[in-house]
Nanobody, 125 residues
Framework: EVQLVESGGGLVQAGGSLRLSCAAS????????IGWFRQAPGKEREGISC????????FYADSVLGRFTISVDNAKNTMYLQMNSLKPEDTAVYYC??????????????????WGQGTQVTVSS
């Protein structure tokens, strides 16, 4: 059974940093695509960073490019999202997600079946 458990959200001032973690079980990263998504109040859930080890090059949404970094620790079976230079508009519930990789890196929520429980990130101005 695939399970994803997130941690690391919280309150931070603008310009600060946070690192989100997502502990995975029931699959290996080599066979799956992984992603980080976020949903702000009243908005749709958006993909902000996705990765497949089969491709190597990660996807980043324009809104986070250059500030956020996705990574994986295979030994710990954990994925991370390092968030730097945070802005108030980054405030949202953040979710990790996973899906078996079939050759095309999907960056929209419909392409993922497995989700973490979500963690709140609030950036104050």
């Amino acid at each position: 059974e695939v399970q994803l458990v997130e941690s690391g959200g919280g309150l931070v001032q603008a310009g600060g940093s946070l690192r989100l973690s997502c502990a995975a079980s029931g699959f290996t990263f080599g066979d799956y695509a992984i992603g980080w998504f976020r949903q702000a109040p009243g908005k749709e859930r958006e993909g902000i960073s996705c990765l497949s080890s089969s491709i190597g090059l990660p996807f980043y949404a324009d809104s986070v490019l250059g500030r956020f970094t996705i990574s994986v620790d295979n030994a710990k079976n954990t994925m991370y999202l390092q968030m730097n230079s945070l802005k108030p508009e980054d405030t949202a519930v953040y979710y990790c997600a996973a899906e078996r990789f079939w050759g095309v890196l999907v960056t929209t929520q419909g392409g993922y079946d497995y989700w973490g429980q979500g963690t709140q990130v609030t950036v104050s101005s």
